[in-house]
Nanobody, 129 residues
Framework: QVQLVESGGGLVQAGASLRLSCRDS???????????MGWFRQAAGKEREFVAA????????DYADSVRARFTISRDNVKRTVYLQMNRLKPEDTAVYYC???????????????????WGQGTQVTVSS
């Protein structure tokens, strides 16, 4: 069973930084290194959107255009944790941020949330102007 637990959200001012963490605390944690991991976000009244994804060993990443060059996704397979470092935050980054994992064997860093099988409960990020 995959159990993703996010942490690190909060309220910050524009221009600040935050680092989100997501740990797989489930009993299938030994499969963490075999899963593509990602972050999505959902602002109030909007659909969930892709933010970033990383492949099995972190050698390949993908980002939404809106966060490229400001956000960095990384992973530590020993700790079964994926991170999202968010720099130069903007008010439009305000959203609930969700960690997601793909099924073992799915290789794509798909931007469509429907292609991701496992989700965390979300952590709120609020950026004030």
């Amino acid at each position: 069973q995959v159990q993703l637990v996010e942490s690190g959200g909060g309220l910050v001012q524009a221009g600040a930084s935050l680092r989100l963490s997501c740990r797989d605390s489930g009993d299938s944690g030994h499969t963490f290194s075999s899963r593509v991991m990602g972050w999505f976000r959902q602002a109030a009244g909007k659909e969930r959107e892709f933010v970033a994804a990383i492949n099995f060993v972190g050698g390949s990443t993908d980002y939404a255009d809106s966060v490229r060059a400001r956000f960095t996704i990384s992973r530590d397979n020993v700790k079964r944790t994926v991170y999202l470092q968010m720099n130069r935050l903007k008010p439009e980054d305000t959203a609930v941020y969700y960690c997601a994992a793909r099924q073992v064997g799915d290789w794509d860093m798909d931007h469509d949330s429907k292609e991701w099988q496992h989700w965390g409960q979300g952590t709120q990020v609020t950026v004030s102007s």
